[in-house]
């Protein structure tokens, strides 16, 4: 007996009207300095009658639009010719000049990753909220982590929420400061820290932050102008400091009306195939990680995402010599005493790792290999690791002919995660023919479930275009891992 996956119909398409305002950077300081020559040579009618144009046409279609504008204003009043005082609606005007707008799902809403809210208040009895994660992909390819809620009723329904049609990035934290132990080892671990590191690093303190850093190297590169040795280390400790950075949202926006966007120079090409994760310490604290992979339009970096609340987030680079590829699940809690990580290091192959720190990741063992014929290309996860009391539910994908992907799942023991207690031998979800179409053909794939009610739900995307949602019986698949021929008691399942 094989168990399939059961579709619910639901299907989540991108919509382009959900557009967010990015910087427009010409590239060029002299296409910059004609186009604030231009706007300068306007007269104060022609200014205000633009201006109200701008406000009128894209004032309600963006949350805040004016204050960013005047924040790019900021961002380029140097290109500005003279210290004349402009008023506020010049620097408004100019701010429009240099600020596009960006859908950013046009292309793609897809890969997603499912977990309960952290808030349960005011839902009706046998009720729950959850957030699903997304990957949102729009011009130029480029992905962002997008989101949207829902609740599950009491007979199982999954309904979501239509999201607002506002969406906004996080801004940037002013005063994040690096710890220093932290970010030296982690320049060792880059094989940056030398002489010309120390250099450019004496004079901080325990903690720093990036303008402080900045300083230090800009008085360290004075000395040795022009030298290529330390523009290299410089370039690779401000890389490293960017893409280790805190964001926040206002406390007034609704989670569907955040985007995280690229942010850091590994990200420039995006940020794709988030997998949260609510993370339980030892000590109880809840923390919700998402393993990414960040793109940089050449190599991918697998990057951490942390929160609390969905408003505050840490982004952190991910540390040492088993740090490679992408697909790299976080467990739900630590496995004796230590962290522990589903990877594919090989882009083939599934490994367990383990580690005494959440950010370096020293060793890896070989878990499982493809093994049936839909699998024969590539293993990978769907997701982090599901507790059970039967063990650890994982949902894996399998790549066979003509680059078909399908899921699967796999049990392993709950106190040694190295012992396979079971596999699926064939998909419990394949692509059909209303989901082979889209921007990848032939694929579905999953970036985390959530178990309800004795039902594994399987959020999925299809073809790389749109999600969508399927359900599998938890006691049937579990009884079908373990090899048992009737289903195990549904209370098996932790929900």
């Given amino acids: 007996m094989s168990i399939k996956a059961i579709r619910t119909g639901i299907v989540l398409r991108p919509d382009p009207t959900r557009v967010l305002f990015r910087p427009f950077d010409l590239g060029s300081t002299t296409r910059t300095l004609k186009i604030v020559a231009r706007v300068g040579g306007m007269t104060d009618e022609e200014a205000e009658q633009k201006l109200d144009e701008v406000i009128r046409e894209f004032g309600g279609r963006h949350y805040k639009l004016e204050r960013f504008l005047l924040n790019r204003f900021e961002q380029i009043k140097s290109h500005l010719l003279t210290d004349e005082p402009l008023t506020e609606d010049r620097k408004l005007l100019l701010g429009a000049y240099f600020t596009m707008e960006y859908s950013l799902e046009s292309a793609a809403l897809f890969n997603p990753s499912m977990i309960w809210h952290p808030d349960q208040t005011n839902v009706p009895p046998g009720f729950k909220r959850f957030i699903l994660s997304l990957r949102a992909t729009g011009e130029g390819h480029v992905s962002s982590i997008s989101f949207r809620m829902g609740y599950i009723d009491e007979v199982g329904k999954i309904v979501l929420r239509q999201p607002s049609r506002y969406v906004t990035a996080p801004e940037n934290v002013p005063n994040h400061l690096f710890n220093r132990m932290l970010f030296e080892r982690k320049l060792y671990e880059l094989r940056l820290e030398n002489s010309i590191q120390e250099k450019m690093m004496a004079g901080l303190g325990d903690e720093f932050s990036l303008a402080e850093l900045e300083a230090q190297i800009k008085r360290v ?46 990200e420039t090409n995006g940020i794709e195939d988030a997998r949260f994760v609510q993370f339980t310490d030892d000590d109880g604290q809840i923390t919700y990680y998402a393993t990414y992979t960040a793109y940089n339009g050449k190599v991918t970096f697998p990057q951490l995402l942390e929160t609390k609340d969905f408003t505050h987030f840490n982004v952190s680079t991910l540390n040492g010599a088993e740090v490679s590829n992408k697909g790299m ?167």
Wanted: hydrophobic letters at 35%; aromatic letters at 12%.
């Fill in 221 to 266: 590169l004075a000395q040795f102008r022009y030298n290529a040795e330390y523009e290299t280390i410089s370039s690779g400790l401000l890389a490293l400091a960017k893409s280790n950075y805190e964001i926040h949202f206002e406390d007034d926006q609704s989670l569907d009306e955040r985007c995280i966007f690229p942010n850091s120079p590994n």
């Fill in 329 to 495: 699940a976080l467990f739900p809690r630590k496995i004796n005493g230590k962290y522990a990580m589903i990877s594919r290091q090989d882009g083939e192959n599934i490994y367990l790792m383990y580690s005494d720190d959440l950010y370096f990741w020293q060793t890896k063992e070989l878990l499982l290999k493809p093994t049936y014929n839909w699998e024969y290309v590539q293993l990978g996860n769907c997701g982090s690791p599901i507790e059970t009391e039967a063990g650890w539910l994982v949902l894996s994908h399998g790549v066979g002919p003509m680059r078909k992907y399908a899921i699967g799942a796999f049990l392993l023991d709950i106190n040694d995660p190295s012992k396979v207690i079971g596999r699926t031998t064939e998909p419990i979800l394949s692509p059909d023919e209303n989901e082979r179409e889209g921007y990848v053909p032939n694929v579905v794939y999953s970036c985390g479930g959530l178990i309800n009610k004795g039902e594994l739900i399987i959020p999925y995307a299809m073809a790389d275009y749109a999600s969508s949602f399927a359900t599998v019986n938890v006691a049937e698949l579990l009884a079908e891992l373990m090899g048992k021929s009737v289903p195990v008691s549904q209370e098996s399942a932790l929900s």
